[in-house]
Structure formats: C-alpha cells, structure tokens
C-alpha cells in the first residue's frame, strides 16, 4: 500500500515502529495465516514475535517497563497487523484494553502486581462483559459477586471470552449489591474483578472452569470460550481500584478505547482485501484484456479504495481524540460503524473481483469474507454504535427553544 491509508504528523520513532510491524506482518504472518486459520491452531510463533518486538506493552507507561505510546501508534500497529491476519489482532486486544484498565482506574499495588508482567508479555490478559443471554444489554448481567470476609464469592456465566484459554489474567464484570441498596441503578452495582488464573482449559483454579473453545465461522486461530465460575473466591485487593460499583464505568472506558481497535482491524482487514482485489484484476484476462482494463472492475477498485481511505482517516482521528484526553465516544462509535461496514462491503468486492476462485480455500480472500463479520458485532453492533451516536448528537446539538 503505497498510497492508501498514510497517517500524516507521525514522529521518527512511530514511523520506525510502524516499519518494524510492518515488515514482521508481511514476512511473519500473511505467509502463515491462511494455513494456520484453516487449522484453527493458535500462532505461537507469531505471538511469540510480537512479546519479543514488545507490542504487549506498546501502551504501558515506561515506569512499568512498556514503551509508553499513545492510542493512535497502537491503532496503527493493530491496522497493520489485521492486515496480515485479523486473529492475532484479537490476541493483543483484549490484552491492552485489561493493561488500560489496570493503567487508567488500578490501585498502586494492582499496577505494580501486573503492568511490568503484562509489559514483558508475561501476564496476558482478557475481559468478560458479555453473558449467555446478554446481548448488547449490559445492564442485564446476572452473574454475581458476594462478600465473605475479606473475599468476594463470584458466580454466573460469562460469554464470548477471546484469549479465554490462553490468558493468565481476566477482568471480569459482576453485578455487586454490596454497598448499593435496593433500588439501585444497575449500572452502578457492577464491579469489575481481575481474576488470575493458569492457562488452558477445564478447571484453570478452584470455583472457574473455562470449557473449551467455541467453533466459529472465523475470526480462528484466537481462542473463543465461556467462563463459568461456582464458588470462585477472590481476595478483596482484586477489585479493580479498590472499590466497588464502579465496574461498568471502567469497562466502558476500556471498550471505548477497544472501538478504535476494531475500527483499526477494519480499516487492516479492507486493506488487505483491497491489495488481493487490486493484484488479482490485473493478473486475470478475459475476453482479450486484464479484467483492470473493464469500466465495471474500476468502479469497484475505485469505491474500495474510497472507503479504505475515508475509514482510515476516521480511525486516526478518534484515536487522537482520546490521546489529547477528550471525550472521544462520538468518534469512536463513528469510526467502529464505518470502519467495520465499509470493511464488509470492501471484502465483499474483493471477492466479486475474484470471481469463482474467491470461493475456493485456495485463495486469501475466502479467509477475509468468513472473518469481516465478525467486526459488524465486536465491541457493540452497528445498532449500539448508532444509538451511541444518535444520542452524542442530540447532546451537542440541543435545539433550544
């Protein structure tokens, strides 16, 4: 991609790391990803990779041994490493929203517990809102935590955890009446637990069993599972800042800053589809001339790379939003619906381009088609995101009459 999606006002060391991921993208994980999607075997080495090039701690202050970058570089890092395989993408997402977290709402002794291990790779996070029969309604959730002594004792069904298998460290969100009378609104009776655990599947502690990975459509490689606690006890300093009814404050941040991600995956995975559209049209002839050379696939190439560059541009701008530590949900929620919409409607064409060869395991872009839906959903629908905006809208522009 010499020309789409270039970010302007960049420093000499985000250029340099942009590089370096890159060139590891290009080298490490398109010529593996394909293969190893299609045997939905977790990429150790490319995870591996990315611990060693310190992606795990891109966000995490250098006082807890991270490099201390902003939003934007990591978005941008994330762009490109969708672009090579959206899968591993999700591996480091989950990972820095549960280090943003910790960074953003811990205790001093819950950043220095976990930062520099999460930094190093060592610890790897994933957080848990969603349940059974949640959908996008936060305010339902039914799992619970009860004080006993100097512990808390959780119960209830989490669901749609990435990195469930493979974390060692889980935010998860409870309902917690403790403190908060009857009455109360939901929304401030949650509270977030970071529960530690071993990796792999079955009974990772006592009272939490994650019971395998769940099989999808795409979007595999990365592991997908429940989280089930029965009597899981956790000491009262794991309550992520200390106090309680605070939970759904704090993973709305976390999930605010998750929505430029998403936006970034969709802004890597269109561009990927783009450049497999771009190079097939002019490798395949027909009726005497590269397909490039026919009006109808030059519309096609022309409103790709439109929507390539027009999501990129949003993704950036919410980014730096949240970066200069302005309210940035309108931007966010504006750039996750279009940036995962136009990647849809971009892989899409790639695959039209393709023709009959897009349906076959053979080429790239049938591993893309399977995996674009999948941003339609993570971190809030199309419908989330409107009513998100909707409502910021009505806020800024309150007709006063």
Same mark, same amino acid.
């Given at each position: 991609?010499?020309?789409?999606?270039?970010t302007?006002?960049?420093?000499?060391? =985000?250029?340099e790391? @942009?590089?370096?991921? #890159?060139?590891?993208?290009?080298?490490e +994980?398109?010529?593996v990803?394909?293969?190893?999607?299609h045997?939905?075997?977790y990429? /150790?080495? +490319?995870?591996?990779g990315?611990?060693?090039l310190?992606?795990?701690?891109?966000?995490?202050?250098?006082? %807890?041994? *991270?490099l201390?970058e902003?939003? @934007?570089?990591y $978005?941008?890092?994330v762009?490109?490493?969708? #672009?090579?395989?959206?899968?591993v993408?999700?591996?480091i997402?989950?990972h820095?929203i549960v280090? %943003?977290?910790?960074?953003q709402?811990?205790?001093?002794?819950?950043? &220095?517990?976990?930062?520099?291990?999460?930094?190093?790779?060592?610890?790897r996070?994933?957080?848990?809102?969603?349940?059974?029969?949640?959908g996008?309604d936060?305010?339902?959730?039914?799992?619970?935590?009860?004080? &006993?002594?100097?512990?808390?004792?959780?119960?209830?069904?989490?669901?749609?955890?990435?990195?469930?298998?493979?974390?060692?460290?889980?935010?998860?969100?409870?309902?917690? &009446?403790?403190?908060h009378?009857? *009455?109360? $609104?939901?929304?401030?009776?949650?509270t977030?637990?970071?529960?530690?655990?071993?990796p792999?599947?079955?009974?990772?502690?006592?009272g939490?069993?994650?019971?395998?990975?769940? &099989?999808?459509?795409?979007?595999?490689?990365?592991?997908?599972?429940?989280l089930?606690?029965?009597?899981l #006890?956790?000491?009262?300093n794991?309550?992520? *800042?200390?106090?309680?009814?605070?939970?759904? %404050?704090?993973?709305?941040?976390?999930?605010?800053?998750g929505?430029?991600?998403?936006?970034?995956?969709?802004?890597?995975?269109? =561009? #990927?589809?783009f450049? @497999?559209?771009?190079?097939?049209?002019? /490798?395949?002839?027909?009726f005497?001339? =590269?397909?490039? =050379?026919?009006?109808?696939?030059?519309?096609?190439?022309?409103?790709?790379?439109?929507?390539?560059? $027009?999501?990129?541009?949003?993704?950036?701008?919410?980014a730096?939003?949240?970066?200069?530590?302005e309210?940035?949900?309108?931007e966010?929620g504006?750039?996750?619906?279009?940036?995962?919409?136009?990647?849809?409607?971009?892989?899409?064409?790639?695959f039209?381009?393709?023709?009959?060869?897009?349906?076959?395991?053979?080429?790239?872009?049938?591993?893309?088609?399977?995996?674009?839906?999948?941003?339609l959903i993570?971190?809030?629908?199309?419908?989330?995101?409107?009513?998100?905006?909707?409502r910021r809208?009505?806020?800024?522009?309150?007709?006063?009459?």
């Open positions: 991609m010499a020309r789409l999606a270039q302007h006002g960049l420093t000499d060391i =985000q250029q790391i @942009l590089s370096t991921v #890159r060139d590891f993208v290009d080298k +994980i398109i010529p990803a394909t293969e190893l999607e045997r939905d075997e990429p /150790q080495a +490319i995870v591996d990315l611990k060693e310190g992606l795990f701690g891109l966000m995490i202050p250098e006082e %807890y041994g *991270g201390g902003s939003l @934007l570089t $978005a941008l890092c762009e490109e490493i969708a #672009r090579g395989w959206m899968s993408s999700g591996i997402n989950t820095f280090a %943003y977290m910790i960074k709402h811990g205790t001093e002794e819950q950043k &220095d517990h976990f930062l520099p291990r999460m930094a190093a790779g060592d610890v996070g994933a957080f848990s809102m969603s349940e059974p029969a949640l996008s936060v305010s339902a959730i039914t799992s619970k935590a009860v004080k &006993d002594g100097d512990e808390y004792l959780l119960n209830g069904q989490k669901m749609w955890l990435t990195n469930g298998g493979t974390s060692t460290l889980v935010a998860v969100l409870v309902r917690s &009446d403790e403190g009378p009857e *009455g109360t $609104a939901p929304h401030k009776s949650m977030t637990f970071l529960v530690e655990k071993e792999g599947f079955g009974e990772v502690r006592p939490l069993t994650i019971p395998g990975k769940i &099989d999808k459509m795409g979007y595999k490689g990365v592991d997908t599972t429940e089930i606690m029965d009597g #006890r956790i000491p009262a794991r309550v992520l *800042g200390g106090a309680t009814g605070r939970g759904f %404050y704090q993973m709305m941040d976390g999930v605010e800053v929505r430029v991600n998403v936006a970034a995956r969709g802004c890597g995975v269109a =561009q #990927r589809a450049e @497999l559209g771009v190079r097939y049209s002019q /490798q395949r002839h027909t005497g001339k =590269q397909i490039a =050379q026919h009006q109808a696939i030059q519309f096609k190439l022309a409103e790709m790379a439109t929507k390539v560059e $027009a999501a990129h541009a949003m993704m950036v701008n919410a730096r939003k949240k970066d200069s530590g309210r940035n949900d309108l966010a504006m750039a996750k619906y279009l940036a995962s919409e136009y990647c849809k409607e971009v892989v899409e064409d790639a039209r381009i393709h023709g009959g060869y897009g349906f076959s395991k053979e080429y790239e872009i049938e591993r893309l088609y399977r995996e674009a839906p999948m941003l993570g971190e809030g629908t199309a419908e989330i995101q409107k009513m998100i905006i909707g809208l009505l806020e800024e522009y309150r007709f006063q009459g």
